[in-house]
């Protein structure tokens, strides 16, 4: 299994650009994440996901968007880039309720530049 | 969901064992304590978890006091290849996605 991938690692966009994030899963988990880590920080949630067509907002998701039309993928699509998007985007999937312990698995992030 | 507090760093040397506190004073009945190890340009991995007294596994053990308001997360006998941060999360199994990581606690090992 790949686990959790990411694509692309690094981008720098400019200012008021748009991009998505690609986030993929091979463990059929139904619990889908995306984080944000700024430098020297722990991660904050944006969205989050419980299964295909169902997403929700997290602690700080002012300026993205999200959808899961698939148990494998969830991108992240910013909107009119800003210079405090700039940060380190981490996907992350678990199972769902009753399943194992909750535990989260990570991808490797992508490291976002806005100038 | 229970704050966490965790000191911002630590300093050990290869070999030696490095005990880990976190405080969560406001841990709910369901809540379960979790341990992730992030590295440098790496995503947070999975420790070990833990309900009440004692829980070991191969890389950790995880040690909880009856009133559940503190755990120590104990690594044995550390290598300069566990050099990384560790965040201690509280929450309950059906609210993973609410989860909180603080800033973590920074371990350096020297050599």
């Known amino acids: 299994n790949a686990g959790v991938t990411q694509t692309p690692k690094f981008r720098i966009l400019k200012i008021g650009q748009s991009m998505t994030l690609q986030c993929a899963q091979d463990?059929?988990?139904?619990?889908m994440y995306w984080y944000r880590q700024d430098p020297g920080m722990g991660l904050k949630l944006i969205y989050y996901?419980?299964?295909?067509?169902?997403?929700d907002k997290g602690e700080v998701p002012n300026g993205y968007n999200v959808s899961r039309s698939t148990t494998e993928d969830f991108p992240l699509r910013l909107e009119l880039a800003a210079p405090s998007q700039t940060s380190v985007y981490v996907c992350?999937?678990?199972?769902?309720?009753?399943?194992?312990?909750?535990?989260?698995?990570f991808g490797p992030g992508t490291r976002l530049t806005v100038t | 969901l229970a704050k966490t507090t965790q000191p911002i760093s630590m300093d050990s040397y290869e070999g030696q064992e490095v005990n880990i506190t976190c405080s969560h004073n406001?841990?709910?009945?369901?809540?379960?304590i979790t341990w992730y190890q992030q590295f440098p340009s790496q995503g947070p991995r999975f420790i070990i978890q833990g309900y009440k007294t004692k829980v070991t596994n191969e890389v950790a053990s995880l040690f909880i006091p009856a009133d559940r308001k503190s755990s120590t997360l104990s690594l044995p006998r550390v290598s300069l290849s566990d050099t990384a941060v560790y965040y201690c999360l509280v929450g309950d199994l059906d609210s993973s996605y609410k989860l909180i990581f603080g800033s973590g606690t920074r371990l350096l090992v020297r050599p």
């Open positions: 406001n841990i709910a009945t369901n809540d379960y």
């Open positions: 463990m059929n988990h139904n619990y």
């Open positions: 996901s419980v299964g295909a067509g169902i997403t």
């Open positions: 992350a999937s678990s199972y769902p309720r009753g399943g194992a312990t909750g535990e989260q698995y």
